[in-house]
């Protein structure tokens, strides 16, 4: 009988079980609060795994949905960085053009002031080596550049041309030390020579061989002479700074801040000819 | 040691599944999470043991769904007899054929289902494009989380297993 039942075990467990099944489909529809307490068992086990689950669903949503909230916001960031940076980019070429306005306004108030035929020009390029001061402007022999024109900007005048090229020109401008132009006290009518005196500290010049008798003081205006027959007369140059007058000599010298801020220097005009024009 | 683990796994597995696809929000697109484990004990279990383990499983899955626990235990049962007869007739022994071929194990199941709930409730399901479609994607998806299912199933039996080492000094 052992035998029996081991050797045909599987099978009885199979049919046990179907018949199980079967009886347990026919005999009864239990009502719902009627469960077993195998199945209440189940549903009690099951419910905390089915809540946790739930929970962290729920939490992987709320990250979820935070990071493509970050993503749009970091982008809506970058987007508005972006538009903030265009407008920054415009606010300064609009106060670039401001700028150039202002200073083209000068130079051609300038260029009412003194009617001769000038030049424009634009600064392509400076001394590298800083030993001189010198620029490199746009315009050369071709254009109609002579050799030692003038160059004046809107607040007086810068230099004058030393090296000529075809299309280009090298300008020597008054703080260079191998510099000097004839000029006048505005307000005394004393004479003097405008000589370079620049320093890497100081951009400026000095008034030499003015007699220790004239009358130089602090603030006066400098103007060209036009004697040298360079520079047409009357075109600012700087103002005294600071006036030297030693014990023994026949001179006395003067620092003089130059009229033009050479570290702005930007649209400047060269002199072609002292012609005036209306 | 090893029976337990898998009625327990199942238990874990019927409980995660349960909400799980509910909330992935799939339709039909949904493994028949039964017949993964049953189909896997065909192969790994003797004929006794498998039947009584994929018994128990169908019973736990029939308390997951709150149907009667008789119609997934012989669910169940028709699932252990089908694979392990296909099984061993194809000779599929290793995982990913078993987990493959449990596509076929899972249409036999739906339509083993409806022919159960046809007979004993009388629902008069035809046998129409939808429930077909319904069947097919039922199958497909039990076919795609069959391997990693099974995958585990083995881990955890190969964990659960105790390890016999030979004492080399005493030889």
């Given amino acids: 009988m052992a035998e029996i039942l081991r050797k045909y075990r599987s099978l009885i467990v199979t049919v046990l079980l179907l018949i199980f099944s079967l009886t347990s489909l026919y005999s009864h529809h239990q009502p719902q609060e009627e469960r077993?307490?195998?199945?209440?068992?189940?549903?009690?086990?099951?419910?905390?795994?089915?809540?946790?689950?739930?929970?962290?669903?729920?939490?992987?949503?709320?990250?979820?949905?935070s990071y493509f909230d970050l993503v749009d916001a970091r982008q809506l960031a970058g987007e508005n960085g972006y538009l903030l940076t265009l407008s920054n980019l415009r606010i300064r070429e609009l106060?670039?053009?401001?700028?150039?306005?202002?200073r083209l306004r000068r130079l051609l108030e300038f260029k009412q002031r003194h009617p001769y035929k000038?030049?424009?020009?634009?600064?392509?390029?400076?001394?590298?080596?800083?030993?001189?001061?010198?620029?490199?402007?746009?315009?050369?022999?071709?254009?109609?550049?002579?050799q030692l024109a003038p160059v004046v900007n809107g607040d007086g005048v810068v230099g004058r041309i030393y090296a000529l090229s075809s299309h280009s020109a090298r300008v020597l401008l008054i703080i260079d030390q191998n510099s000097s132009v004839d000029g006048v006290i505005l307000r005394t009518r004393s004479r003097g020579i405008i000589q370079g005196n620049a320093s890497d500290e100081r951009l400026e010049c000095k008034f030499a061989y003015s007699l220790r008798t004239e009358d130089i003081e602090v603030g006066d205006e400098i103007v060209t002479s036009g004697i040298d027959r360079s520079f047409p007369p009357g075109m600012p140059l700087g103002r005294v700074e600071q006036v030297f007058r030693s014990e023994g000599g026949i001179f006395q010298d003067a620092i003089v801040h130059p009229a033009v801020d050479f570290t702005r220097l930007e649209e400047i005009m060269v002199l072609i000819s002292t012609e005036t024009q209306h | 040691m090893k029976n337990i683990g898998i009625v327990i796994f199942a238990f874990v597995v019927f409980a995660v599944g349960g909400s799980l696809f509910?909330?992935?929000?799939?339709?039909?697109?949904?493994?028949?999470?039964?017949?993964?484990?049953?189909?896997?004990?065909?192969?790994?279990?003797?004929?006794t043991s498998g039947i009584l383990i994929s018994a128990i499983c169908g019973t736990f899955f029939a308390f997951h769904h709150g149907t009667p626990a008789a119609f997934f235990i012989m669910d169940s049962i028709f699932i252990f007899f089908f694979m392990r007869l296909?099984?061993?007739?194809?000779?599929?022994?290793?995982?990913?054929?078993?987990?493959?071929?449990?596509?076929?194990?899972a249409i036999a199941s739906q339509m083993f289902i409806t022919l159960l709930l046809d007979l004993f409730y009388r629902t008069d399901q035809q046998m129409s494009p939808e429930l077909i479609i319904r069947v097919l994607f039922v199958a497909s998806a039990t076919a795609v989380?069959?391997?990693?299912?099974?995958?585990?199933?083995?881990?955890?039996?190969?964990?659960?297993?105790?390890?016999?080492?030979?004492?080399?000094l005493l030889k």
């Fill in chain 2, 22 to 47: 509910h909330l992935l929000g799939f339709s039909y697109f949904r493994p028949d999470l039964l017949c993964i484990i049953v189909s896997y004990l065909s192969m790994r279990r003797d004929w």
């Fill in chain 1, 95 to 102: 106060e670039a053009v401001e700028s150039e306005n202002a």
């Fill in chain 1, 118 to 146: 000038y030049l424009p020009a634009r600064i392509i390029g400076t001394d590298i080596l800083g030993q001189f001061r010198t620029i490199t402007i746009n315009i050369g022999a071709d254009d109609g550049v002579p």
């Fill in chain 2, 145 to 168: 989380f069959a391997f990693p299912l099974m995958l585990l199933m083995q881990r955890l039996e190969e964990f659960l297993t105790p390890v016999v080492r030979d004492n080399y």
């Fill in chain 2, 86 to 105: 296909c099984l061993l007739r194809l000779n599929l022994r290793h995982l990913p054929f078993m987990a493959g071929f449990t596509f076929v194990s």
């Fill in chain 1, 36 to 65: 077993s307490a195998m199945e209440r068992a189940t549903v009690w086990l099951t419910t905390p795994i089915q809540k946790a689950i739930v929970y962290i669903w729920a939490g992987v949503g709320i990250i979820w949905d």
